[in-house]
C-alpha cells in the first residue's frame, strides 16, 4: 500500500431515486427497520440497490479512492440493518432509548439471548468484490452502540450483559467478512464518545470481545456524530486513549470538524491512525491545500506510514456533487503531502 492511502469512513450519499433524502434528513438515524424510506417497490429493491452500489464504487475510483467500501447503499442507517437481523431481537414491538443528543427514539427491545442468526453482510462484500480491484472495507456496528441503541428486557436489564452478546454476534460475523475477501473490516462505535463512562467500563471488553481472534486488519470508527444531526462538537474526544488497549489495527479518528489538536494521538502510539480531514459540517468543497494542511498537522505526531486519510464520518446527508468533490479533494490533498514526503526521504 502507498504512502498515505486514502478512504471514506462509512456511508457515501444514497441516491434520491433510491432513498426518500427528505424523510431521511428529517429524522434522527433509524435504529429500528425504517422501508417507508425506501422509494423502490420491495421487489426491485435489492436491484436498485445493487445498481446504487455500483455507482458509488465507481464514484470512489473515479475521485482516486484507494479503499474502496460499498458506500452502504444497503442501509437505512448504519446500525439498524445487522442489529435488526438478529436473533433475541423483537422489532415488531420497539422500544425506546435515548439518542446522543438526548430525544428518545424507537430502538430494537432485547426480548431473549442474542444470538446471530446467518450471516448478514457477506454478500455485500461479495459483490463489493466482484465490482473492485482494489483493496475493500465493510463496516458493521459494534456491541456498545448496538447496546446503547436498544431497550433492554432481557439480560436483568443489564447493557453490559447484552453487550457482549452483540459482541459474540460481531465476533462471527467479522470472521465471515474476512473470509468473503474484506481486506478491513471496521467496526462503528460512535457511542464510546457520547457515553464515555460506560465505555471505560465495560464499552471496552465488549469491543475486544468482538475483535478477538479475527485474524485481519480491523479498524475502529469513533466520532461525535453526523454534523448534520448533532450540531454541537466539542474539540476534544472523551474517550480516546482508552482505545490504545483494542484489539484493532486501525483507528478513525475526526479533526476537521472538530479542529482537534493531534497532539492527542499520541495515545494511541502503535495503531494506524485513520485521519479525518474533510468537514462534513461544511458545504463548501475544501481545496487540496486545506487537506494537506489538516494531513500536516498529524504528521509531528503520528508517523507517515501509519496514517490513512479519510473522511471525518460518513456522508450520508452531502449532496452528491459536493461528497464527490470533496473526495477529490482528499485524493488531491493526500498526493501534495505524499509528495513532500517523498522528496523529503526519496526511498519511499
Given at each position: 500500500?502507498?504512502?498515505?492511502?486514502?478512504?471514506?469512513?462509512?456511508?457515501?450519499?444514497?441516491?434520491?431515486?433510491?432513498?426518500?433524502?427528505?424523510?431521511?434528513?428529517?429524522?434522527?438515524?433509524?435504529?429500528?427497520?425504517?422501508?417507508?424510506?425506501?422509494?423502490?417497490?420491495?421487489?426491485?429493491?435489492?436491484?436498485?440497490?445493487?445498481?446504487?452500489?455500483?455507482?458509488?464504487?465507481?464514484?470512489?475510483?473515479?475521485?482516486?479512492?484507494?479503499?474502496?467500501?460499498?458506500?452502504?447503499?444497503?442501509?437505512?442507517?448504519?446500525?439498524?440493518?445487522?442489529?435488526?437481523?438478529?436473533?433475541?431481537?423483537?422489532?415488531?414491538?420497539?422500544?425506546?432509548?435515548?439518542?446522543?443528543?438526548?430525544?428518545?427514539?424507537?430502538?430494537?427491545?432485547v426480548t431473549g439471548v442474542i444470538r446471530r442468526r446467518h450471516a448478514v453482510e457477506t454478500e455485500d462484500v461479495a459483490f463489493l468484490r466482484r465490482h473492485t480491484?482494489?483493496?475493500?472495507?465493510?463496516?458493521?456496528?459494534?456491541?456498545?452502540?448496538?447496546?446503547?441503541?436498544?431497550?433492554?428486557?432481557?439480560?436483568?436489564?443489564?447493557?453490559?450483559?447484552?453487550?457482549?452478546?452483540?459482541?459474540?454476534?460481531?465476533?462471527?460475523?467479522?470472521?465471515?467478512?474476512?473470509?468473503?475477501?474484506?481486506?478491513?473490516?471496521?467496526?462503528?462505535?460512535?457511542?464510546?464518545?457520547?457515553?464515555?463512562?460506560?465505555?471505560?467500563?465495560?464499552?471496552?471488553?465488549?469491543?475486544?470481545?468482538a475483535l478477538d481472534g479475527v485474524g485481519g486488519v480491523t479498524a475502529v470508527h469513533i466520532c461525535f456524530g453526523y454534523a448534520a444531526i448533532i450540531h454541537t462538537?466539542?474539540?476534544?474526544?472523551?474517550?480516546?486513549?482508552?482505545?490504545?488497549?483494542?484489539?484493532?489495527?486501525?483507528i478513525s479518528v475526526e479533526t476537521a470538524q472538530s479542529n482537534l489538536d493531534c497532539a492527542a494521538l499520541t495515545a494511541l502510539a502503535g495503531k494506524t491512525i485513520?485521519?479525518?480531514?474533510?468537514?462534513?459540517?461544511?458545504?463548501?468543497?475544501?481545496?487540496?491545500?486545506?487537506?494537506?494542511?489538516?494531513?500536516?498537522?498529524?504528521?509531528?505526531?503520528?508517523?507517515?506510514?501509519?496514517?490513512?486519510?479519510?473522511?471525518?464520518?460518513?456522508?450520508?446527508?452531502?449532496?452528491?456533487?459536493?461528497?464527490?468533490?470533496?473526495?477529490?479533494?482528499?485524493?488531491?490533498?493526500?498526493?501534495?503531502?505524499?509528495?513532500?514526503?517523498?522528496?523529503?526521504?526519496?526511498?519511499?
Open positions: 500500500m502507498k504512502l498515505l492511502p486514502t478512504t471514506i469512513v462509512g456511508i457515501y450519499p444514497q441516491p434520491e431515486w433510491l432513498i426518500d433524502r427528505a424523510k431521511l434528513a428529517g429524522r434522527f438515524p433509524p435504529r429500528v427497520r425504517a422501508r417507508e424510506l425506501w422509494r423502490i417497490a420491495p421487489e426491485f429493491l435489492q436491484e436498485a440497490q445493487d445498481d446504487a452500489t455500483i455507482m458509488a464504487i465507481k464514484a470512489q475510483e473515479d475521485a482516486g479512492i484507494d479503499i474502496i467500501t460499498d458506500g452502504e447503499m444497503r442501509r437505512e442507517s448504519y446500525s439498524n440493518r445487522f442489529a435488526t437481523a438478529l436473533e433475541g431481537v423483537d422489532i415488531d414491538n420497539p422500544g425506546t432509548a435515548l439518542d446522543r443528543s438526548g430525544h428518545p427514539n424507537p430502538v430494537p427491545r480491484t482494489r483493496k475493500i472495507k465493510i463496516s458493521v456496528p459494534g456491541p456498545f452502540t448496538m447496546a446503547q441503541q436498544a431497550q433492554i428486557d432481557y439480560y436483568g436489564g443489564s447493557r453490559e450483559l447484552a453487550a457482549m452478546d452483540y459482541a459474540s454476534a460481531v465476533n462471527a460475523e467479522i470472521r465471515d467478512l474476512f473470509s468473503a475477501g474484506a481486506d478491513v473490516v471496521q467496526v462503528d462505535e460512535p457511542y464510546m464518545q457520547a457515553r464515555p463512562d460506560e465505555a471505560r467500563a465495560w464499552g471496552q471488553k465488549a469491543l475486544n470481545r462538537r466539542p474539540s476534544g474526544y472523551s474517550f480516546l486513549p482508552e482505545l490504545q488497549d483494542c484489539f484493532c489495527n486501525q485513520m485521519l479525518g480531514v474533510i468537514d462534513l459540517s461544511d458545504m463548501r468543497v475544501e481545496t487540496p491545500d486545506m487537506v494537506a494542511a489538516r494531513i500536516r498537522r498529524a504528521l509531528p505526531f503520528v508517523q507517515a506510514k501509519d496514517l490513512i486519510v479519510c473522511t471525518d464520518c460518513g456522508m450520508k446527508y452531502l449532496p452528491r456533487d459536493v461528497a464527490f468533490a470533496k473526495m477529490e479533494a482528499m485524493v488531491q490533498g493526500a498526493a501534495i503531502v505524499r509528495g513532500e514526503l517523498t522528496k523529503v526521504n526519496p526511498g519511499r
